[in-house]
């Protein structure tokens, strides 16, 4: 055995004492998972001697300790990008992988491997389009004594190799026929082969509903073409104006959507004149199949004409736009008789669009909420655990306050129960969080300051999420709101309550009541705080990178539009944790506001963006990871910081593609604000 090369080294040491000096707080270290996608790379020579080639892989790894499962001597502290090779007896082995994440925690697999030198028998391989993805086809392919295998897809690229058993995809940039030829490798001199004739399809119309859009209150929303809110009524989609286009009203899992073809121009009579000069956005949802395609958004006012907003969808993806109405009245149009819209696709009678959820609204003034338990009816069975009394629905001890309702539920946490006591109940349908992002709960609590943790669980328990809030009063009602935005998706059914969290029962009795969905709240108006168009802050750079700077925005369109961005290149050598601070002269003012919201822009879509905060000496941190859902396009990343603790946060911390080493990746970020 020998190892090839290493590609980079890591020294936790180095690491420690860097954040020592920079910030003095390791937390975020804990917040690391477990490494993920754990697997070795494996192929051998077609020569007879056995010798194999792997490769460890894996995300979030710092280092992988690997036996080869014959007995030979394992390796440890292998460095992700390491190479090996090892020479086998002809066998079937398994290959024991255990891959390492910054913290600590581990990850195990164990994967087959066999060395034959006969030549692979039995082939069987399937080749399919996917069926998300346009014009990407996977492949996979299984054979007895086979252990790799590669894909030519006819277009004269390269291979693309694969371990046996396994799946491998290729985009076309085209879609038609091409020949897809597959061969098996074994240790042996003689390969086995397939080949197909397969046709590469496009996909040319969505295949899954536009964004599921949020709760509003009546007053706060127009809408024009939505299945959420009311629509105008006897408004025509597909007035005579002399255009070519053609319209269809399809539906795609169960949401309706317009089909605008071959778009030259197409126009939308409103079923009445609107008055939207209280509303603040305009929202709209698009679809193209086309590549490098415009749509030019125009909303006609009665008396001052008609202004116009260009879109630049990306192709085969849902693109939501939020488009600020200023952006209209700023070239002279009256928000305040909108009777038509009219849209322009560029080029001229070159795409297909369709179009979703198209509405004015303005941010929200108060809660939309939705009761879920309110122990006025037939009780919930609770189940409780930790060595505490049975929880029960009782009479309201003390109806006064934010809560005069007659029943609420009893939890006593006994001397002797567990720090972790609590108990829980089921509801006959799944919380909504397409609809909203909270879940409030009214608590009463004999002491102020202790943590209530609040955690959801779908049925059979293999997805779970988890809130802490502390109260902050006590011997009286008080309303805590618990932020679900970041939860997994999932069909949540069980509701479980923790009081004084992490602490044994000293006999105290904590009462809850009115659990109800909720959606966002409170100021209606965000609060800039960092915009990078007047003087620049001083920004502090750590982690092997260049020096975050301010640049002029290098893609003006979609939700930003400003001149001046931030710009951060995350090098190849550039440590997992890298990134950039600045300080704001006035503490953050998180009394008023939960959140604060970021424009971002990243060559990636699916990574995690941190955003940390820190009071002057760092002796108080609060972290809120969001992953992008985007790439090459500005989005509004919102983080919700209604769980950190009180501070006087002044230290603005970003961090892109956290957990991941550098890959000279270039980041934008903008307009940072307070909200709600």
Same mark, same amino acid.
């Given at each position: 055995?020998?190892?090839?090369?290493?590609?980079?080294?890591?020294?936790?040491?180095?690491?420690?004492?860097?954040?020592?000096? +920079?910030?003095?707080?390791?937390?975020?270290?804990?917040?690391?998972?477990?490494?993920?996608?754990?697997?070795?790379?494996?192929?051998? #020579?077609?020569?007879?001697?056995?010798?194999?080639?792997?490769?460890?892989?894996?995300?979030?790894?710092?280092?992988?300790?690997?036996?080869?499962?014959?007995?030979?001597?394992?390796?440890?502290?292998?460095?992700?990008?390491?190479?090996?090779?090892?020479?086998?007896?002809?066998?079937? =082995?398994?290959?024991?992988?255990?891959?390492? *994440?910054?913290?600590?925690?581990?990850? +195990?697999?164990?994967?087959?491997?066999?060395?034959?030198?006969?030549?692979?028998?039995?082939?069987?391989?399937?080749?399919?389009?996917?069926?998300? !993805?346009?014009?990407?086809?996977?492949?996979?392919?299984?054979?007895?004594?086979?252990?790799?295998? +590669?894909?030519?897809?006819?277009?004269?690229?390269?291979?693309?190799?694969?371990?046996?058993?396994?799946?491998?995809?290729?985009?076309?940039?085209?879609?038609?026929?091409?020949?897809?030829?597959? #061969?098996?490798?074994?240790?042996?001199?003689?390969?086995?082969?397939?080949?197909?004739?397969?046709?590469?399809?496009?996909?040319?119309?969505?295949?899954?509903?536009?964004?599921?859009?949020?709760?509003?209150?009546?007053?706060?929303?127009?809408?024009?073409?939505?299945?959420? =809110?009311?629509?105008?009524?006897?408004?025509?989609?597909?007035?005579?104006?002399?255009?070519?286009? $053609?319209?269809?009203?399809?539906?795609?899992?169960?949401?309706?959507?317009?089909?605008?073809?071959?778009?030259?121009?197409?126009?939308?009579?409103?079923?009445?004149?609107?008055?939207?000069?209280?509303?603040?956005?305009?929202?709209?949802?698009?679809?193209?199949? #086309?590549?490098?395609?415009?749509?030019?958004?125009?909303?006609?006012? !009665?008396?001052?004409?008609?202004?116009?907003?260009?879109?630049?969808?990306?192709?085969?993806?849902?693109?939501?736009?939020?488009?600020?109405?200023?952006?209209?009245?700023?070239?002279?149009?009256?928000?305040?008789?909108?009777?038509?819209?009219?849209?322009?696709?560029?080029?001229?009678?070159?795409?297909?669009?369709?179009?979703?959820?198209?509405?004015? =609204?303005?941010?929200?003034?108060?809660?939309?909420?939705? @009761?879920?338990?309110?122990?006025?009816?037939?009780?919930?069975?609770?189940?409780?655990?930790?060595?505490?009394?049975?929880?029960?629905?009782?009479?309201?001890?003390?109806?006064?306050?934010?809560?005069?309702?007659?029943?609420?539920?009893?939890?006593?946490?006994?001397?002797?129960?567990?720090?972790?006591?609590? $108990?829980?109940?089921?509801?006959?349908?799944?919380?909504?969080?397409?609809? =909203?992002?909270?879940?409030?709960?009214?608590?009463?609590?004999?002491?102020?300051?202790?943590?209530?943790?609040?955690?959801?669980?779908?049925?059979?328990?293999?997805?779970?999420?988890?809130?802490?809030?502390?109260?902050?009063?006590?011997?009286?009602?008080?309303?805590?709101?618990?932020?679900?935005?970041?939860?997994?998706?999932?069909?949540?059914?069980?509701?479980?309550?923790?009081?004084?969290?992490?602490?044994?029962?000293?006999?105290?009795?904590?009462?809850?009541?009115?659990? +109800?969905?909720?959606?966002?709240?409170?100021?209606?108006?965000?609060?800039?705080?960092?915009?990078?168009?007047?003087?620049?802050? *001083?920004?502090?750079?750590?982690?092997?990178?260049?020096?975050?700077?301010?640049?002029?925005?290098?893609? @003006?369109?979609?939700?930003?539009?400003? *001149?001046?961005?931030?710009?951060?290149?995350?090098?190849?050598?550039?440590?997992?944790?890298?990134? #950039?601070?600045?300080?704001?002269?006035?503490?953050?003012?998180?009394?008023?506001?939960?959140?604060?919201?970021?424009? $971002?822009?990243?060559?990636?879509?699916?990574?995690?963006?941190?955003?940390?905060?820190?009071?002057?000496? $760092?002796?108080?941190?609060?972290?809120?990871?969001?992953?992008?859902?985007?790439?090459?396009?500005?989005?509004?990343?919102?983080?919700?910081?209604?769980?950190?603790?009180?501070?006087?946060?002044?230290?603005?911390?970003?961090?892109?593609?956290?957990?991941?080493?550098?890959?000279?990746?270039?980041?934008?970020?903008?307009?940072?604000?307070?909200?709600?």
């Amino acid at each position: 055995m020998k190892i090839l090369k290493y590609i980079s080294t890591f020294c936790l040491l180095a690491f420690i004492a860097f954040s020592c000096n +920079e910030d003095d707080n390791l937390d975020f270290v804990d917040d690391i998972s477990a490494p993920t996608n754990v697997s070795a790379e494996v192929s051998v #020579t077609q020569d007879n001697t056995g010798l194999v080639t792997i490769i460890p892989l894996g995300d979030g790894v710092t280092k992988y300790d690997l036996n080869y499962g014959d007995g030979s001597d394992a390796e440890s502290d292998l460095t992700p990008g390491s190479v090996l090779e090892h020479t086998y007896e002809e066998g079937t =082995y398994e290959l024991n992988i255990v891959a390492y *994440a910054l913290n600590g925690l581990t990850t +195990e697999v164990t994967q087959p491997l066999e060395v034959s030198f006969q030549a692979p028998q039995n082939l069987m391989v399937t080749i399919e389009n996917d069926p998300a !993805i346009s014009k990407q086809v996977n492949v996979t392919a299984t054979a007895d004594f086979a252990l790799s295998y +590669e894909v030519d897809f006819g277009t004269g690229a390269d291979p693309v190799a694969g371990n046996i058993d396994e799946g491998v995809s290729f985009n076309y940039e085209n879609a038609g026929t091409y020949t897809i030829t597959v #061969t098996a490798f074994s240790a042996a001199i003689e390969t086995t082969e397939y080949a197909e004739e397969f046709l590469v399809t496009e996909i040319l119309q969505p295949i899954t509903g536009a964004p599921a859009q949020p709760a509003r209150a009546e007053t706060d929303v127009i809408s024009v073409y939505s299945n959420t =809110y009311t629509n105008i009524a006897n408004t025509d989609f597909f007035p005579n104006w002399g255009q070519s286009t $053609t319209y269809t009203e399809i539906e795609v899992e169960g949401n309706a959507m317009i089909q605008y073809g071959d778009l030259t121009y197409q126009g939308i009579q409103i079923g009445e004149t609107v008055d939207a000069s209280t509303m603040e956005f305009l929202h709209i949802d698009v679809w193209t199949a #086309t590549e490098d395609y415009a749509l030019d958004v125009y909303p006609i006012s !009665i008396s001052s004409g008609e202004q116009l907003v260009q879109l630049n969808p990306v192709a085969g993806e849902w693109n939501s736009y939020d488009i600020p109405l200023s952006d209209f009245t700023d070239q002279g149009l009256s928000m305040a008789d909108i009777h038509q819209f009219k849209f322009v696709g560029i080029p001229d009678g070159a795409g297909t669009v369709f179009i979703d959820n198209l509405y004015f =609204y303005k941010e929200p003034g108060g809660v939309v909420t939705a @009761m879920v338990e309110d122990f006025e009816n037939e009780a919930p069975a609770f189940t409780t655990f930790g060595n505490i009394p049975d929880a029960e629905v009782v009479v309201n001890p003390d109806m006064s306050g934010i809560n005069t309702s007659n029943n609420v539920g009893a939890l006593t946490k006994a001397v002797g129960s567990e720090v972790w006591a609590g $108990t829980f109940f089921e509801i006959a349908e799944p919380l909504d969080f397409v609809t =909203y992002s909270n879940l409030k709960a009214k608590i009463w609590t004999p002491n102020p300051g202790i943590p209530v943790k609040l955690k959801l669980e779908n049925a059979d328990t293999s997805i779970v999420y988890e809130v802490d809030v502390n109260t902050t009063t006590s011997n009286e009602w008080e309303s805590l709101t618990f932020n679900f935005n970041d939860a997994p998706a999932a069909d949540y059914v069980r509701i479980v309550f923790f009081f004084d969290f992490g602490n044994g029962g000293d006999d105290s009795v904590y009462y809850f009541d009115d659990i +109800e969905l909720a959606s966002n709240g409170g100021d209606s108006t965000p609060l800039g705080f960092q915009d990078f168009e007047g003087e620049a802050p *001083a920004f502090t750079t750590f982690g092997n990178i260049p020096d975050a700077q301010v640049i002029s925005n290098p893609d @003006m369109s979609g939700v930003n539009t400003t *001149a001046n961005v931030v710009e951060l290149t995350k090098t190849g050598a550039a440590e997992v944790w890298a990134g #950039t601070f600045f300080e704001v002269d006035t503490p953050l003012n998180l009394s008023s506001y939960s959140s604060i919201s970021v424009k $971002t822009w990243s060559p990636n879509s699916g990574i995690v963006v941190k955003l940390k905060l820190e009071n002057a000496d $760092t002796s108080i941190v609060h972290e809120v990871d969001v992953v992008n859902t985007v790439s090459n396009q500005w989005e509004e990343l919102v983080f919700n910081m209604s769980a950190a603790p009180p501070a006087d946060y002044v230290r603005v911390v970003m961090f892109f593609d956290f957990g991941n080493a550098g890959d000279d990746s270039t980041y934008y970020f903008d307009e940072f604000a307070l909200t709600n």
